[in-house]
C-alpha cells in the first residue's frame, strides 16, 4: 500500500518549482492533490492533467495565500470538491532581498503578509475539519534562513522565522486532537529562483555545503512524504533542515 493511499492534501504555491515536485511526490504515493497559486496557468494546467493521469484526483485552484478572504474560500471550495483535507502544505513564499538600509517597507511587509500571514490564513481555515476528523498532518516551509539568518534578507528571515514560531505553537495547540503539525528548512534547492544567480555564486554556496551540491526539489518532497505519513505519526513540531549539512 502506498504511504498516502487516498488521503487529500492542499499545497499552496504548487503550480512550480519545490510545491510541483511535492504535489507529483504526493500524488505518487497515493495522495489526491488540490494546489494553489496565484494564478492557474499553461503550466498549472499540465500539472493538473500530469497527476490525474497519474490516477489520482487533482484540481488547482486560483487563490491568494495572503488573503485571509481567499483562504477560506478555497478550504471551502476543496472540501466541496473533496470531501476533506488531511494534509496541509503551505508552501507559498516570495522573496524581495535586499540590505535593510536599501529596503523599502513596501518589500518587507509584502514579504510579511505572503511568506507567513498565508501560513495563519490557511491553518486556521484548515484546522476546523483536521479537529472534526481528529487527524491531519501540516507541513510549513521555512528555511535554513530562518534558522540561521542571511544578509540581505531580513524580510524573508524573518518571516521563516516566524513560521517555525507559529509551527512549534500550534503543534502544542491541535495535539490533543492528533494533529500534527512540522516545519522544513531547505536549503540551497535548485529551483527556478536559483537558476537565476550566477554560476559562481552557485558554485561557492555549493562548496560550503558537507555534500557539496545543491539540493534537488525532490529533497524536499521526500521530506514531505515522511511528514505528511504516518512513518512521522509522533513527531510534530519539529523542524527538518532539508540541506545537505549547510545548518547543523
Same mark, same amino acid.
Given at each position: ?19 510541483? /515536485?511535492?504535489? $507529483?511526490?504526493? !500524488? &505518487?504515493?497515493? /495522495?489526491?492533490? =488540490?494546489? %494553489? ?6 503550466? /498549472? ?12 484526483? !487533482?484540481?488547482?485552484?486560483? &487563490? ?6 481567499? %483562504? ?11 470531501? *476533506? ?9 516570495? *522573496?524581495?532581498?535586499? $540590505?535593510?538600509?536599501?529596503? *523599502? ?27 472534526? +476528523? ?7 516551509? &521555512? ?6 539568518? +542571511? ?6 528571515? /524573518? ?31 535548485? @529551483?527556478?529562483? @536559483? !537558476?537565476? $544567480? ?7 554556496? =555549493? ?13 524536499? =518532497? ?6 505528511? &505519513? ?5 513527531? *510534530?513540531?519539529?523542524?527538518? +533542515? ?7
Amino acid at each position: 500500500m502506498k504511504l498516502l493511499e487516498g488521503r487529500i492534501a492542499l499545497i499552496t504555491g504548487g503550480a512550480r518549482g519545490i510545491g510541483r /515536485a511535492i504535489a $507529483l511526490r504526493f !500524488a &505518487s504515493e497515493g /495522495a489526491h492533490i =488540490a494546489f %494553489s497559486d496565484i494564478r492557474i496557468d499553461e503550466n /498549472a494546467l499540465e500539472l493538473e492533467k500530469q497527476l490525474q493521469a497519474m490516477g489520482v484526483k !487533482a484540481k488547482g485552484y486560483t &487563490s491568494d495565500a495572503s488573503s485571509f478572504e481567499d %483562504s477560506e474560500k478555497l478550504v471551502n471550495e476543496i472540501l466541496n470538491d473533496f470531501g *476533506t483535507i488531511d494534509i496541509l502544505v503551505n508552501n507559498a513564499g516570495i *522573496t524581495r532581498d535586499n $540590505l535593510l538600509m536599501r529596503m *523599502t517597507e513596501a518589500d518587507w511587509d509584502l514579504v510579511i503578509k505572503v511568506n507567513l500571514k498565508s501560513v495563519f490564513n490557511l491553518t486556521k481555515a484548515v484546522q476546523k475539519v483536521m479537529l472534526k +476528523n481528529r487527524k491531519g498532518s501540516i507541513i510549513n516551509m &521555512s528555511s535554513v534562513v530562518g534558522v540561521k539568518g +542571511n544578509a540581505g534578507q531580513s524580510n524573508y528571515s /524573518a518571516s521563516k522565522a516566524g513560521m517555525i514560531g507559529f509551527t512549534k505553537s500550534i503543534a502544542q495547540e491541535l495535539g490533543s486532537r492528533n494533529v500534527r503539525c512540522n516545519a522544513i528548512a531547505p536549503g540551497f534547492i535548485e @529551483t527556478e529562483m @536559483t !537558476a537565476k $544567480l550566477p554560476e559562481d555564486v552557485k558554485k561557492e554556496w =555549493a562548496e560550503k555545503i558537507p555534500l557539496r551540491r545543491a539540493g534537488q526539489p525532490d529533497d524536499v =518532497a521526500n521530506a514531505c512524504v515522511f511528514l505528511a &505519513s504516518d512513518l512521522s505519526s509522533y513527531i *510534530t513540531g519539529q523542524v527538518v +533542515n532539508v540541506c545537505g549539512g549547510m545548518v547543523m
